[in-house]
């Protein structure tokens, strides 16, 4: 059975750094395109960063291009998330998730929730100003 645990959420003043961690059992992270989201309060779930399972391509959306970078620790079987410059707009719980499509994705469908199957329980993430 496919589980996904995320970790390393915090409280952080604004201009600080968090790393998310995800870490997988039931299959290898490197198998599958895997992903992380965030929800804020009354929000879209969007894509924050994805990762193909030959790890050959990222995406990341325009909001956080040049601060955050996603990971993967094959022999961890672990997902990271590097969150630097953080700003009070990153503020929102934040979700690893893994697709069972093996065929390459385009840059919006990787960063599209329907894209993927299994998901973490999210780990929460609170900016400061």
């Known amino acids: 059975q496919v589980q996904l645990v995320e970790a390393g959420g915090g409280s952080v003043q604004a201009g600080g750094s968090l790393r998310l961690s995800c870490v997988a059992s039931?299959?290898?992270?490197?198998?599958?395109?895997m992903a992380w989201f965030r929800q804020a309060y009354g929000k879209e779930r969007e894509g924050v960063a994805a990762?193909?399972?030959?790890?050959?391509?990222?995406n990341y959306p325009d909001s956080v291009k040049g601060r955050f970078t996603i990971t993967r620790d094959y022999t961890k079987n672990t997902l990271y998330l590097q969150m630097n410059d953080l700003k009070p707009e990153d503020t929102a719980m934040y979700y690893c998730?893994?697709?069972?499509?093996?065929?390459?994705?385009?840059?919006?469908?990787?960063?599209?929730?329907?894209?993927?199957?299994?998901w973490g329980q999210g780990t929460q993430v609170n900016v400061s100003s």
């Open positions: 039931g299959y290898k992270v490197n198998s599958y395109h």
């Open positions: 990762i193909s399972r030959n790890d050959l391509r990222t």
């Open positions: 998730a893994s697709s069972l499509n093996v065929s390459p994705m385009t840059p919006s469908r990787a960063l599209n929730r329907i894209s993927y199957h299994y």
